[in-house]
């Protein structure tokens, strides 16, 4: 199976394990029945067609395989006294998406934001547990134990499938789950490759479900335009041999001119409607970016008046490394650096790579040239991706 039918399973996945787990509870159980009942799909619809309800297909394929797994279980168990308690305690499934309430599941505050990562790509991404450890580059058994104990805490910590009460704050966690990622997508900070595309289209495909479901939330439509507006500069970021091309120096004709539309579009019709919030003003400064001709008529006064905004709503260090890089290409590598000088003591980045690539762009632009050779074999030693070494290095060598 492939094309049409592929996409129709991955976006029924979540909701056919949403479903279950709302009648049944037992997560871990309820989403094994659920990839048996996909892959029984691929095996079936090929050859007899896909069915009129296909949600109700896979929900009843689920049900039944799920009733098989928790009767072995009991048997297993001795319980059989029990079997009462198989029968569905929650509401009949009906035809509402739980989509929703599964991120929500996914992302329960008791878990680390690496575990919220994990079952979010492999109960509401549909991915393998396989995949998703390639995607992060650990042992597949490293990844099986995380996603074990995830559905462990879940559980332990009272995670029920209903519409939390802390709604609004649960809304924030899925939202960075889904930037993070992306942002592991598009600039992977480990392994031999600049960026990994299928994880960032997930993050994509991710973001746009949340806008569908959360069509009235500002942020959720802000994240969406900033992953399409960051994602239209792929093609040009990286060279012939997957060396990392900086923005000054992309090719500004291979920008993909249908994800900067849609993400201007998306971010202008969302900004007037406020309040205002931290991925809006950051999808605003990739806006002002993409539209930009060239490098050199970049509107840079104006990217430095939103990250002054931005920086009143969030303590990010990063935001704060950004709002210096903006500062020096506004009014002058002086100004960068004296305002660099203000945060490079912050423990949250004091030894990331990217403080002391900033430092040595900075330095070079000034002209200590000594200076800014010593910060880029710096930046170089602290970074784990390999082409960022590459560059850095390479830019080092050069002066």
């Known amino acids: 199976m492939s094309g049409a039918p592929e996409d129709l399973l991955r976006e029924l996945a979540p909701q056919v394990l949403g479903a279950l787990v709302r009648r049944y509870g037992r997560f871990d159980t309820a989403e094994d029945a659920v990839q048996e009942a996909l892959l029984a799909a691929t095996q079936q619809w090929p050859v007899d067609g896909v069915p009129e309800s296909p949600r109700g297909w896979l929900i009843t394929v689920a049900s039944r395989r799920l009733t098989d797994l928790l009767r072995r279980e009991q048997a297993r168990q001795r319980r059989e006294d029990r079997v009462a308690r ?7 499934v ?13 992302c329960h505050p008791a878990l680390s934001p690496a575990s919220q990562i994990a079952l979010t790509l492999r109960a509401v991404g549909g991915l393998t547990t396989t995949e998703i450890a390639r995607a992060f580059l650990v042992p597949e058994a490293t990844m099986t134990r995380r996603i074990t104990r995830a559905k462990a805490s879940v559980q332990d910590g009272g995670g029920r499938f209903t519409m939390p009460v802390d709604r609004d704050e649960r809304v924030g966690a899925v939202l960075k789950v889904v930037y993070l990622i992306f942002n592991e997508g598009y600039a992977s900070t480990t392994g031999p490759s600049l960026q990994r595309v299928e994880l960032a289209a997930e993050g994509i495909r991710l973001a746009r479900m949340l806008h569908r479901l959360l069509p009235g939330d500002a942020e ?23 060396e ?16 900067i539309r849609e993400g201007v579009d998306l971010i202008t019709a969302t900004l007037p409607r406020g309040p205002v919030g931290p991925y809006q003003l950051q999808a ?14 970049t509107d840079w006064p104006q990217i430095v008046a939103l990250y002054e905004v931005l920086l009143r709503l969030t303590d990010n260090p990063m935001v704060a490394l950004n709002h210096v890089v903006a500062v020096a290409m506004a009014r002058g590598p002086g100004d960068g650096l004296e305002l660099l000088a203000s945060i490079e003591h ?6 990331d ?3 002391a690539a900033v430092r040595a762009h900075l330095l070079e632009m000034s002209g200590d040239t000594r200076g800014a050779r010593a910060a880029y074999e710096e930046a170089a030693t ?8 590459r560059y850095l290095r390479a830019r080092a060598s050069r002066l």
């Open 86 to 92: 198989w029968a569905p305690h929650g509401e009949p």
């Open 94 to 106: 009906g035809d509402a998406d739980d989509t929703l309430v599964l991120l929500f599941l996914c």
């Open 220 to 242: 959720a439509a802000g994240l969406l335009a900033l992953l399409l507006l960051t994602d239209a500069r792929r093609p040009a970021r990286t060279g012939p041999l997957g």
């Open 244 to 259: 990392l091309v900086p923005m000054a120096d992309q090719d500004r004709s291979l920008w993909i001119p249908e994800l």
């Open 284 to 297: 605003a400064i990739a806006a002002v970016h993409d539209e930009s001709p060239s490098a050199d008529e």
């Open 346 to 351: 912050d423990h949250r980045i004091a030894t």
């Open 353 to 355: 790579h990217r403080l």
């Open 382 to 389: 602290r970074t784990t991706s390999v082409p960022q070494q």
